[in-house]
């Protein structure tokens, strides 16, 4: 059979930083966590896979060794059995606590997971914003479902609330996973940690242990957030069995400008210039955020010049100060021009002299340069 290699595993390259190893794990972990795939065996074993290589390749050592000599150079270092430890544990939970709790804007709290509850109490959706949405800020109005514990079953998915012991750990709410010479104690992906499982199925929620119900929240966007930012709005979550709501988490997706081009809390707009407009310098009206600003364009005016204004970008979400607006020149020459102005440009060029070809004067030196080569 071929062994998986880790840095596959977690789609990276094996000169990736900490850093790099650390958000692939993360985003890898959320998208196969059993929470998020109920009765899914393949997330289930994926996710499996996904912690041992992050268990590995986040510990300096262990990484060292298994890039000389694979996971065989593993046994026997201490370092592959005796499940989570140290400071690798301590990445994993703060990773979870982000994924299913957090406070504030992108910020983190301990997550609050009852282990008879079958789902989580916080979750995540992503939020559309228009590009001036994000950058002014707005009120928003979201409809959401949210999950509430079934009545019925009380919240556990079995008929009349009976359970029996989970088959899958024995009753023991953890199981011992073991990859080759690999070894370490998990939380048992069927029961959640209960050491029950369901005999019958509740006929009220399937089997699911909650019921849909559906929400409008009333949010206000901060002016200046972008795409990756998130917000929390507290007691829009789930609901659980006895009645507390956990919180609802926003990930924003903002929608790109025609015209501006955003980065950070700078804005990007390029203006186009006509060459006569360049060579004799002229002020012109171009679009910014607030309205319009006066670009004065300078005698000999560079394509790809760049025009700075403080103050006139996007509004720091924390701060509140605001960025750049950088104008770029685009220079634009005519694609077609007519015998009367092909003569006025050659009348122009000629009273210019030698400065019209400044090719000449460049490469002289260069041609005899290039035919010594031959006569040698």
Same mark, same amino acid.
């Given at each position: 059979?071929?062994?998986?290699?880790?840095?596959?595993?977690?789609?990276?390259?094996?000169?990736?930083?900490?850093?790099?190893?650390?958000?692939?794990?993360?985003?890898?972990?959320?998208?196969?966590?059993?929470?998020?795939?109920?009765?899914?065996?393949?997330?289930?074993?994926?996710?499996?896979?996904?912690?041992?290589?992050?268990?590995?390749?986040?510990?300096?050592?262990?990484?060292?060794?298994?890039?000389?000599?694979?996971?065989?150079?593993?046994?026997?270092?201490?370092?592959?059995?005796?499940?989570?430890?140290?400071?690798?544990?301590?990445?994993?939970?703060?990773?979870?606590?982000?994924?299913?709790?957090?406070?504030?804007?992108?910020?983190?709290?301990?997550?609050?997971?009852?282990?008879?509850?079958?789902?989580?109490?916080?979750?995540?959706?992503?939020?559309?914003?228009?590009?001036?949405?994000?950058?002014?800020?707005?009120?928003?109005?979201?409809?959401?479902?949210?999950?509430?514990?079934?009545?019925?079953?009380?919240?556990?998915?079995?008929?009349?609330? /009976?359970? $029996?012991?989970?088959?899958?750990?024995? %009753?023991?709410?953890? =199981?011992?996973?073991? +990859?080759?010479?690999?070894?370490? !104690?998990?939380?048992?992906?069927?029961?959640?940690?209960?050491?029950?499982?369901?005999?019958?199925?509740?006929?009220?929620?399937?089997?699911?242990?909650?019921?849909?119900?559906?929400?409008?929240?009333?949010?206000?966007?901060?002016?200046?957030?972008?795409?990756?930012?998130?917000?929390?709005?507290?007691?829009?979550?789930?609901?659980?069995?006895?009645?507390?709501?956990?919180?609802?988490?926003?990930?924003?997706?903002?929608?790109?400008?025609?015209?501006?081009?955003?980065?950070?809390?700078?804005?990007?707009?390029?203006?186009?210039?006509?060459?006569?407009?360049?060579?004799?310098?002229?002020?012109?009206?171009?679009?910014?955020?607030?309205?319009?600003?006066?670009?004065?364009?300078?005698?000999?005016?560079?394509? /790809?010049? $760049?025009?700075?204004?403080?103050?006139? %970008?996007?509004?720091? =979400?924390?701060?509140? +100060?605001?960025?750049?607006?950088? !104008?770029?020149?685009?220079?634009?020459?005519?694609?077609?021009?007519?015998?009367?102005?092909?003569?006025?440009?050659?009348?122009?060029?000629?009273?210019?002299?030698?400065?019209?070809?400044?090719?000449?004067?460049?490469?002289?030196?260069?041609?005899?340069?290039?035919?010594?080569?031959?006569?040698?």
């Amino acid at each position: 059979m071929t062994e998986l290699d880790y840095y596959e595993v977690l789609e990276v390259s094996k000169d990736c930083s900490g850093a790099e190893l650390k958000k692939s794990y993360r985003k890898l972990a959320m998208k196969y966590h059993p929470d998020r795939n109920p009765d899914d065996k393949e997330a289930e074993e994926k996710f499996k896979v996904v912690n041992e290589a992050y268990q590995v390749l986040s510990d300096d050592e262990k990484r060292s060794i298994y890039d000389r000599y694979g996971k065989a150079g593993l046994e026997g270092q201490g370092g592959m059995g005796g499940g989570f430890g140290g400071s690798n544990m301590d990445d994993i939970m703060d990773m979870f606590n982000s994924m299913f709790g957090g406070g504030g804007f992108g910020g983190g709290r301990t997550s609050r997971r009852d282990p008879s509850q079958k789902y989580a109490l916080d979750f995540e959706i992503e939020l559309q914003l228009e590009f001036h949405e994000a950058v002014f800020g707005c009120e928003k109005k979201i409809d959401i479902k949210y999950k509430t514990s079934c009545g019925d079953c009380k919240g556990t998915g079995a008929k009349d609330g /009976k359970m $029996q012991t989970c088959d899958y750990c024995g %009753g023991q709410g953890q =199981v011992l996973m073991r +990859q080759g010479p690999m070894q370490f !104690a998990q939380t048992c992906p069927k029961c959640q940690g209960q050491g029950q499982s369901v005999k019958e199925a509740c006929g009220s929620c399937r089997g699911k242990g909650y019921h849909e119900k559906e929400d409008t929240v009333t949010v206000n966007i901060p002016a200046g957030v972008d795409s990756g930012n998130r917000l929390r709005a507290q007691g829009y979550g789930n609901e659980d069995k006895h009645g507390r709501r956990g919180d609802l988490y926003m990930t924003f997706i903002v929608e790109e400008d025609e015209n501006f081009i955003r980065n950070g809390n700078d804005i990007y707009i390029e203006v186009p210039v006509f060459f006569t407009q360049a060579i004799l310098g002229e002020t012109i009206s171009i679009p910014a955020l607030d309205g319009e600003l006066e670009l004065e364009l300078k005698q000999s005016t560079k394509d /790809k010049e $760049q025009f700075i204004f403080d103050g006139e %970008g996007v509004p720091d =979400v924390h701060s509140g +100060q605001k960025g750049r607006l950088i !104008a770029q020149i685009q220079m634009i020459l005519p694609k077609k021009i007519n015998d009367e102005q092909k003569e006025l440009l050659e009348k122009l060029q000629e009273s210019y002299g030698v400065e019209s070809r400044p090719h000449k004067n460049t490469f002289d030196s260069a041609f005899d340069r290039v035919k010594s080569w031959f006569k040698n």
